[in-house]
Nanobody
Framework: QVQLVESGGGLVQAGGSLRLSCAGS????????VGWYRQAPGKQRELVAG???????NYADSVKGRFTITRDNAKNTVYLQMNSLKPEDTAVYYC????????????????WGQGTQVTVSS
């Protein structure tokens, strides 16, 4: 089964930048659509950015122009570059994979990483 490991979170001042990574490990040949979600205390988990297997992207209105999602298919890794961070971006960030393939099988469904904390101080 695929394992998703997020990294790159931390504490940063408002206006700063962070780059999150979500690396898939296991017998993965390719991963399908990927999304970065976040959940702040007392709030529902929300989609921040998504990228399809073909590279098409979409963003929440609150992060458009500040965040960029990219992927490196050779490394089965997806990145979230976060610039001009604001205190309201503070949350635990999770990556989600909607299906993946090994060399012999396709595995549909949702797979989540463990999350990485992003804290933006004012």
């Amino acid at each position: 089964q695929v394992q998703l490991v997020e990294s790159g979170g931390g504490l940063v001042q408002a206006g700063g930048s962070l780059r999150l990574s979500c690396a898939g490990s296991g017998s993965i040949f390719s991963i399908n659509n990927v999304g970065w979600y976040r959940q702040a205390p007392g709030k529902q988990r929300e989609l921040v950015a998504g990228i399809t297997s073909g590279g098409s992207t979409n963003y929440a209105d609150s992060v458009k122009g500040r965040f960029t999602i990219t992927r490196d298919n050779a490394k089965n890794t997806v990145y979230l570059q976060m610039n001009s961070l604001k205190p309201e971006d503070t949350a635990v960030y999770y990556c989600n994979v909607r299906g993946y393939a090994t060399r012999s099988s396709w595995y549909p469904g949702d797979y989540w990483g463990q999350g990485t904390q992003v804290t933006v101080s004012s």
